[in-house]
């Protein structure tokens, strides 16, 4: 059982014991809880892939939507964890309880309204996400359970935040580790043994989720974490505010994530399911890859957010700069593995269909040439996010998904035909990274010009007081 700690000795441990130690034993339930994640959304497109190749594209359809439920989840989830870490650092425990039961509360009613939404126009939401007349009738199937259990996904994504915020990555690796490894035990109960095809795996996913969310939820209480509670719900646009400066950057890269996987889907559709489908499993495989570095990132934002608020700006700068060079590290492995096994990643999933595996293939390449470039675009935008620089954080966390890939998706292929499909994702990390160096560079210098001003401050008080006594 884990030891319970207080608030107290939370705040010391975030603001005293060495960064790099720090950093690492927070990610690591961080890293497992995203590898996790990933395995199960890569095991719903593995197991529907064994169905057909139109079921494969449906998995493409569906997470475009997907991306949209995350991306309400995650701007009041990040934006509510990002505002919790630095009140919690200034000792601001009982305003944080109010902004934790906000965000969590307003998740719910969020994503109950687009479950209603999503069911009552499910036809011509299925066609608006890029489904063809083949994929269409295996997207709607999956579609219609996902949107049943999006209230309680919302407001998961938002608990898991406020426990990571809080520096209690333990006990949100409990809950969402548990549900990942639920998922992928009844994946194939429910799509082969009860014959339920593509709604079976959707159906798999809800029911997981919700119970990662019940784990969640409970887990809120106990070890010194800020329990929510409904009399805490404060709707104020005072608190909205500080959330949506914190959270819209998770928004506009989830959303606009969404809304590159639509053209993406549009515009592979004309070289046929085969396209959607290869494109679909190499963004699984990427999200796979990454999660493993976003997961180390999110050991990061806690440690950042608590020493900025205590304005201990050298230790966020330290933690930066440590972060920055491991993911690199990992990721330039990681990409050079990609690119020498790309033809048997992309097999696995569909070993039958040819065309699958060589559009896949090449476009899986493409990527692992621009993929460690990912370590700096990600951290610079943790960077500018948790310390509260919403603009400049939303520009970084715009440009990969939106910025760059949008026009990419929709130019490229027109100029090159499948080609430009392939090389859209990797030439906008490329520009992305070019956007996100100066960002970087200029909050670390203001950071240290802002510790030069506190220690300055600080050395003036206490000859002040050697002079009185």
Not at 148 to 156: D, E, H, R
Not at 298 to 319: I, L
Request: charged share 10%; net charge positive; with cysteine.
């Amino acid at each position: 059982m884990k030891h319970e700690i207080t608030a107290d000795e939370k705040f010391k441990m975030m603001t005293q014991a060495p960064v790099n130690r720090l950093i690492c034993s927070l990610a690591v339930p961080t890293i497992i809880s995203m590898l996790i994640t990933s395995v199960y959304n890569m095991a719903d497109t593995f197991f529907v892939s064994q169905i057909g190749t139109s079921a494969s594209g449906a998995v493409g359809i569906a997470f475009s939507l997907m991306a949209i439920i995350q991306a309400i989840g995650f701007t009041l989830g990040m934006g509510s964890g990002n505002f919790i870490s630095r009140l919690l650092g200034q000792k601001n425990r009982q305003y944080a309880s109010k902004v934790a039961a906000t965000g969590f509360y307003t998740a719910l009613g969020i994503g109950a309204t687009l479950a209603a939404f999503g069911l009552c126009f499910l036809d011509p939401l299925v066609y608006a996400l890029g489904a063809t007349k083949t994929i269409a009738p295996y997207a709607k199937s999956y579609i219609k359970f996902i949107l049943i259990g999006t209230p309680y996904m919302t407001a998961s994504f938002v608990l898991n935040n406020i426990l990571r915020f809080q520096g209690s990555a333990f006990f949100a690796m409990l809950g969402i580790g548990t549900g990942g490894i639920l998922n992928i035990m009844l994946d194939p109960i429910f799509i082969f043994c009860l014959h339920l095809g593509t709604g079976g795996a959707a159906l798999a996913t809800i029911i997981s989720q919700f119970i990662s969310f019940c784990i969640l939820f409970y887990n809120s209480g106990i070890s010194g974490n800020i329990k929510i509670q409904f009399k805490d719900f404060t709707p104020k646009w005072k608190i909205y505010k500080e959330i949506l400066r914190g959270g819209l950057p998770s928004f506009y890269r989830q959303f606009l994530g969404s809304i590159s996987m639509i053209y993406l889907n549009f515009s592979a559709g004309p070289y046929g399911d085969a396209a959607i489908a290869a494109m679909a499993i190499v963004t699984r495989v990427f999200l796979f890859a990454i999660s493993a570095m976003i997961g180390f990132g999110q050991g990061f934002q806690p440690v950042c957010g608590f020493n900025y608020g205590a304005k201990r700006y050298d230790r966020v700068q330290s933690a930066f700069w440590f972060c920055v060079r491991t993911s690199t590290i990992a990721l330039a492995a990681i990409a050079a593995a990609g690119f020498v096994f790309s033809s048997h990643i992309i097999s696995f999933f569909r070993k039958e269909d040819l065309a699958v595996i060589a559009i896949g293939t090449r476009a899986l390449q493409f990527q692992c040439l621009t993929f460690p470039l990912s370590a700096w675009i990600i951290m610079t935008n943790m960077l500018l996010q948790t310390i509260g620089k919403g603009t400049q954080a939303s520009i970084v966390a715009v440009s990969r998904q939106g910025l760059f890939f949008i026009p990419a998706i929709i130019i490229l292929p027109r100029l090159f035909g499948l080609l430009g499909v392939q090389i859209s994702q990797p030439i906008s990390d490329v520009f992305s990274f070019l956007l996100a160096i100066p960002m970087a560079i200029s909050t670390l210098r203001e950071m240290k010009s802002q510790q030069h001003a506190e220690k300055m401050l600080l050395n003036k008080h206490q000859d002040v007081k050697g002079v009185t006594l």
